[in-house]
């Protein structure tokens, strides 16, 4: 049977009695489902290694496996992303942040697992931009909820070397996309903040200094300790995140080496309040 046990009052539980490198019965991947949507993150502690066949299959059991456009470090299963450091500063993980919202169609979800952890440190905090948007005031939510935000791969290729050497070329023709400022989850239909600090860039529709003012309190907003959940790896672990209800960041203060490997699932694009009630 499936345990479930949450971890902080906003976000994060660790699920137990799930051997993730065997093949999982319908009820258990419902099981982890229904977790991933009231919790936004998920832990699986005492994991073998997997295999990027098993992994990949874990990732299936949930969607569609996602290619990224960004491979630091190429593998022969290109839905298999390997991310290897000695250091965090620099690379844009230690940021507040959504994956690859400048795409039109974000990634659902990613799976991620801890092939090799860091003599010390090397942690990963998740925050709920559910919480976050709860949090805010009546006036404000109801400002934000009618309100979109362009997103860039641009700033953060600016403060990253990976990005642009990984890029190249391409980095001048990217396309950028606009999302609602408040998205409204497909399945459980809760209303998350979509701000992050990689890759949001203006509110639009506002001067810049409206757009430069609301979205400073906003990534400001989302830093409360309130809204997080921090989680220190062991090899072997694997965390599951909905990409559209958490943000996270790569704690930077590990100097050895750290490697992590990870799928991600298709999404789709972003519906705010009125496209929701519309549809």
């Known amino acids: 049977m499936v345990e479930v046990r949450k971890l902080t009052g906003a976000i994060g539980a660790e699920i137990r009695e799930v051997d993730l490198s065997t093949e999982l019965p319908p009820s258990t991947v419902e099981a982890i489902r229904t977790a991933l949507n009231e919790n936004y993150v998920v832990f699986f502690r005492d994991q073998k290694p997997l295999s990027e066949e098993e992994h990949m299959r874990v990732g299936r059991y949930f969607g569609t496996l996602d290619i990224s456009e960004i491979q630091p470090k190429p593998s022969a299963n290109r ?8 250091y965090a500063q620099g690379r844009g993980a230690e940021y507040w942040h ?9 990634p659902m979800g990613s799976i991620l697992q801890c092939m090799v952890r ?12 559910v919480a976050a948007y709860d949090a ?28 642009r050497d990984t890029l190249g070329e391409k980095l001048h023709t990217w396309p950028s996309a606009v999302h609602p400022l408040v998205e409204v989850h497909p399945e459980s ?13 203006e509110i639009v529709g506002v001067s810049q200094e409206e757009s430069r ?14 809204f997080h959940v921090r989680f220190h790896w062991n090899v072997g672990d694997v965390a599951f995140w909905d990409n559209r209800t958490a943000l996270h960041c790569a704690i930077a203060d590990f100097t050895t080496r750290r490697v992590m490997k990870r799928v991600a699932l298709v999404g789709h694009p972003p519906k705010g309040p009125r496209e929701a009630k519309a549809a």
């Open 118 to 129: 860091p003599e010390v440190g090397g942690d990963t905090c998740w925050a709920s931009s």
């Open 136 to 163: 805010l005031s009546e006036p404000i939510r109801r400002l934000i909820d009618g309100l979109s935000a362009l997103h860039s791969i641009r700033p953060l290729a600016a403060r990253s070397q990976d990005v």
């Open 189 to 201: 239909g809760v209303k998350a903040l979509n701000v992050n600090a990689n890759w949001t860039t």
């Open 98 to 106: 959504r994956d690859r919202t400048y795409l039109e169609a974000p």
């Open 79 to 86: 839905e298999v992303l390997w991310m290897e450091a000695t």
């Open 213 to 226: 003012m609301l979205l400073d309190f906003l990534l400001e907003h989302v830093k409360r300790p309130e």
